[in-house]
């Protein structure tokens, strides 16, 4: 299995607790508004989001609002959202960074799998995260492109993070974990280390460059 440099980094680092801050105002940095609504997001053991919200930054979906992760934590389950046995714990990041990393990463991901396509064979991409149970009963989101052709299924790469880390991204070809990598821009965040655009420009392209040669290896060995 192969780690990437980015993430031996950030692996040595010890966790900094994120700063609670407790204010009748709206929790977006740099805004005095005062908070109209809180995030409703509530997890799977009813645990809410305590964070509140003035009407410009609180994010709508459908009828409820919710701070920036928890909308893009809904958004990334589509309808999955409404069972809360998909929900991620309030503080937990997973569902929202794999539905990111395909996005923002979709280029080379899908280019990646695109290029190990064989004769006959077309790509199945996942629109939303999907949560599956692992054996030792914690949960794993995933998002992902599924090859496949006339007689099925043949292989599938999908993007990962786990119940008990959600930090790390792994990276999986056909069930089997193949690398895995903290993204810079959280290793940044943990050690409040703030960088020029062209920097984090340069991280980003290679942590998917990291993600796209494996991906390429891995298919092009597959039978
Ligand atoms: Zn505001
Ligand atoms: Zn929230």
């Not at 607790?17 to 609504?37: D, F, N, Q």
């Not at 609002?65 to 934590?73: D, E, I, K, L, P």
């Not at 054996?135 to 007689?151: A, Q, T």
Request: charged share 25%.
């Amino acid at each position: 299995m192969a780690v990437s440099n980015l993430t031996m980094v950030s692996l040595m680092e010890a966790r900094v607790p994120e700063r609670a801050t407790v204010t009748a105002g709206c929790r977006e940095r740099g805004c005095t508004a005062p908070a109209s609504a809180r995030c409703a997001y509530v997890d799977g053991r009813g645990r809410s989001c305590e964070t509140a919200w003035c009407h410009r930054h609180l994010h709508k979906i459908g009828a409820e609002g919710y701070c920036r992760r928890h909308a893009s934590t809904v958004a990334a389950l589509g309808g999955k959202a409404k069972d809360p046995r998909a929900l991620p714990a309030v503080d937990h990041r997973g569902a929202s960074l794999v539905n990111w990393i395909c996005i923002e990463g979709h280029s080379a991901l899908h280019g990646a799998v695109a290029s190990a396509l064989k004769t006959g064979e077309v790509i199945f991409e996942d629109r939303t995260v999907n949560v599956v149970r692992q054996s030792d009963g914690s949960r794993r989101w995933e998002r992902g492109w599924r090859i496949g052709d006339r007689s099925g299924l043949k292989s599938k790469v999908l993007v990962c993070v786990d119940e008990s880390d959600d930090a790390l991204v792994l990276l999986a070809v056909d069930d089997k974990v193949i690398a895995v990598a903290v993204p810079p821009w959280i290793t940044r965040r943990r050690s409040h280390q703030a960088v020029t655009p062209a920097l984090d420009a340069s991280d980003r392209t290679q942590f998917y460059g990291f993600l796209f040669g494996h991906i390429q290896r891995a298919l092009a060995l597959r039978p």
